[in-house]
């Protein structure tokens, strides 16, 4: 199903830079393969990972020869650049300007040049008739140059205010959600990973629409019989564990299913066993797990990370805000590892600082410490009380991390001591930093992998609001996300993780801050966003991502969608006030949209007249044959919908946006805000016209849309909304 989001004209926005591509000797990321359904035509034909342009069909490659331009790799069979441009091409510019700023490849530095320059390019062309007229090197002759006429999608600007108060982000959201909607349908599933899944089942969460909320109802079933087992080390079972905690926290808040709190008591003990003692992070696999397998001679394994732990301890904050089990020691040990690790630009590290432990031998194997009735890899209750002769097996002054630990004895009343099999146990030092007693002060400078810090924001903010050094430590580490939106692809693994959380996170600091951050990521927005409207991942700066294999378009289309819910803020993580009550999941086009201020009323005769002014110029432009396919949610259709045609006797036809469907309405058919999406495709449609401004504008404060009635009276400008005062009814 292809997806057309947005309808109308509002202010640019200029794009600073971004992240760059970090391009390897060895070819990568343009050698790498990327996975998934929907890219599985690029992977056969190329083998490659290269950059999309856009809605315009192309994938592209940014080389050391041409820096300023695109080099074409790949055009889809049905888009809008195929048959017109092909491989090798370089692409110049569009619509008579020339791309002039060279790329700079490299790890910590921006995407300017191409990527940022025909962002601006595509939202002037989608701001007006649609056609981009992309200026082309035929397989990179500079001599022969030409241009290339393409159509795309007609959508609009970004408002100046985006996500907030921008039709734009209001049908790009719901398209998005559509595209999962049609995905699952599809495939019959999100996809084995469960970021993907989580992400997928949040952005439908997010959403006003009943048909999304449905689908969530349906799968939410699937965890009512889940239960988590720290002693299971199968696969990487803690991003399992984190991700599914985030997901019915949530939805249980917004629904209060009983039918969650075993599966959400059990997440919540086994994170508990998960979190790994001597640093507050989370490893792949569970502490507890971890312990088992070393006692039997296995691996340490892989060391803990600050990401995943940060992700379930949002959940344990949405469980304490439900007033369900959540944690208990290890909620605050994680706490206390991103207290320790923030640095003043609220950057975490990939890891958390690691705390004094020491391993220790006691007599025998029922000497004190206890051992737990649980067995290894869990907490002896009484810690070192009682605790007889013992020798420290590890660290010891060889090892060249060898600290001083006179600290076992001296502060054995605080320790926290852990079964580690037989008679060995690991001793973790109480090293509880100070809490802030006011505000951070932000030092500034690059807060990399804005993931974490996002993450560990949400944690923070969410359940804790009579913590107030909470409260301190996740504004801080929100504004090292806002003010770091050059950050966006450089993350670890997964770099679009890091999209999602640090954007999330972003969203939770000062407004002035995440308008910036907005503002920034525009680029993106644009350029991800392929020409069947859903997202693909990019190849970021971090050699180490895995987002070609596990992050089919599923995952950054859900990501993308997310970051516009905050618009709506029907979720915690997106927004939602701690005592709000839940959001109905009734459309918002279904019932009035809050207002800026109170909608005024407008006479039955000025009403009839303003009806047959709108019904003239929908058939005046229909007639002349300038309907374009501007999509809508028509109150009566099941599925978006375009004004293909309007006849004698107040009779408009509309067609599917997916497939030929047709079906024609009277004017009393539809309802006030119908009318109104009808105004807008006129003002859309005659955007130099400021009298279609007003109707716009008239027609919104109509159907209780004053917010954005205001816009469109702007648009109008001064001298004409005057005048049309006189039409309210006073």
């Known amino acids: ?106 790890r910590h530095v921006g995407w300017e040049g191409p990527m940022m320059e025909m962002a601006k390019l595509i939202e002037e062309a989608q701001g007006a008739d649609g056609k981009l007229e992309l200026i082309v090197w035929p397989k990179g002759d500079r001599q022969n140059e030409k241009k290339v006429l393409l159509q795309i999608a007609a959508l609009g600007r970004f408002s100046e205010t985006f996500p907030f ?18 995905e699952y349908r599809r495939a019959g599933k999100f996809e084995k990973m469960t970021h993907t899944h989580s992400a997928c089942m949040l952005a439908l969460m997010a959403s006003p629409e009943r048909r999304h909320q449905k689908l969530v109802d349906d799968l939410i079933k699937g965890y009512y019989g889940k239960r988590y087992d720290p002693n299971n080390g199968n696969g990487f079972p803690a991003w399992g564990q984190v991700h599914d905690a985030v997901v019915m926290g949530e939805y249980y808040l917004l629904h209060k299913d009983k039918r969650l709190e075993d599966a959400m008591e059990s997440v919540a003990f086994c994170l508990e066993n998960s979190v790994w003692p001597s640093t507050g992070g989370l490893s792949h696999r569970p502490f507890a797990f971890i312990q088992r397998r070393m006692h039997g001679g296995g691996p340490k394994g892989y060391g803990a990370m600050a990401m995943p732990a940060g992700i379930g301890m949002i959940g344990l904050s949405l469980f304490k805000e439900a007033g369900l089990p959540h944690g208990g020691p290890s909620y605050e040990r994680i706490h206390e590892g991103f207290l320790c690790s923030v640095g003043s630009n609220g950057e975490i590290g990939y890891g958390f600082n690691s705390w004094d432990h020491a391993v220790i031998e006691v007599e025998s194997e029922k000497a004190a410490p206890v051992p737990p009735k649980e ?69 500034g400078g690059r807060c990399g992998g ?63 801050d995440f308008r910036h951050y907005m503002d920034y990521i525009k680029w993106w927005l644009i350029m991800a966003q392929t020409h069947d409207g859903s997202y693909v991942v990019l190849p970021g700066r971090d050699y180490a991502s895995t987002d070609h294999v596990y992050g089919t378009r599923n995952f950054p289309t859900a990501c993308a969608a997310l970051i516009l819910a905050t618009k709506d803020k029907r979720l915690r993580i997106t927004g939602r006030e701690t005592n709000a009550s839940a959001p109905s999941t009734t459309s918002s086009r279904m019932q009035p949209k809050p207002s800026a201020r109170a909608a005024r009323s407008i006479s039955d005769e000025s009403r009839k007249e303003l009806n047959q002014m709108l019904y003239v110029s929908l058939l005046e432009l229909s007639n002349e044959n300038k309907l374009i396919r ?28 997916q497939g030929s469907q047709k079906a024609v309405f009277g004017w009393d058919d539809m309802t006030a805000g119908d009318q109104a999406m009808l105004a807008a495709v006129v003002a859309r449609l005659r955007g130099d016209d400021p009298v279609a401004q007003a109707m716009a504008g008239i027609f919104m404060e109509a159907a209780d849309n004053t917010a954005m009635a205001d816009q469109y009276y702007k648009q109008a400008g001064a001298e004409l909304t005057e005048k049309i005062e006189s039409i309210f009814t006073k």
């Not at 108060?165 to 049609?182: A, K, M, V």
């Not at 320790?415 to 099999?421: A, E, Y």
């Not at 804790?464 to 301190?472: I, V």
């Open 450 to 512: 804005i993931g974490k810090s996002g993450a560990g924001a949400l944690a923070h903010l969410i359940g804790n609001a009579d913590k107030t050094s909470w409260q301190y430590l996740g504004e801080h580490m929100a504004k090292g996300c806002a003010r770091n939106p050059e950050q966006l692809l450089n993350g670890h693994a997964s770099t679009h993780m890091h999209v999602l959380w640090g954007s999330l996170g972003a969203a939770a600091a000062q407004e002035k």
């Open 375 to 443: 067995g290894i890899g869990y907490e002896c209750a009484d810690g070192l009380q009682g605790v007889g002769d013992y020798k420290i097996i590890w660290p010891t002054k060889e090892d060249p991390r060898y600290k001083p630990t006179d600290w076992l004895t001296r502060e054995k009343h605080a320790n926290r001591v852990f079964h580690k099999g037989d008679k060995l146990r690991l001793v973790v030092r109480n090293m509880s930093p100070e809490e802030p007693t006011k505000p951070y002060k932000f030092g």
């Open 1 to 106: 199903m292809k997806i057309l989001p947005g309808t109308l004209i509002l202010a640019t926005l200029l794009l600073p830079a971004a992240e760059a591509v970090h391009e390897k000797g060895d070819g990568w990321p343009w050698n790498i393969k990327l996975h998934g359904h929907h890219d599985a035509e690029v992977a056969e034909a190329t083998g490659g990972w290269f950059l999309n342009v856009g809605p315009t069909g192309i994938r592209a490659r940014i080389t050391k020869e041409n820096p300023k331009y695109f080099t074409v790799k790949y055009v889809f069979k049905k888009c809008p650049a195929s048959g017109l441009i092909e491989v090798d091409d370089v692409i110049v510019g569009a619509n008579g300007k020339r791309m002039s700023v060279a790329h700079t490849f490299g």
């Open 165 to 182: 108060n921008c039709p734009r982000s209001d049908e790009l959201y719901i398209g998005l959600c559509d595209w999962l909607l049609e």
């Open 630 to 657: 501007l999509p809508m949610n028509l109150s009566k259709a099941r599925a978006k919908v375009w004004l293909s045609k309007v006849e004698l006797g107040h009779q408009f036809e509309f067609t599917a946006l």
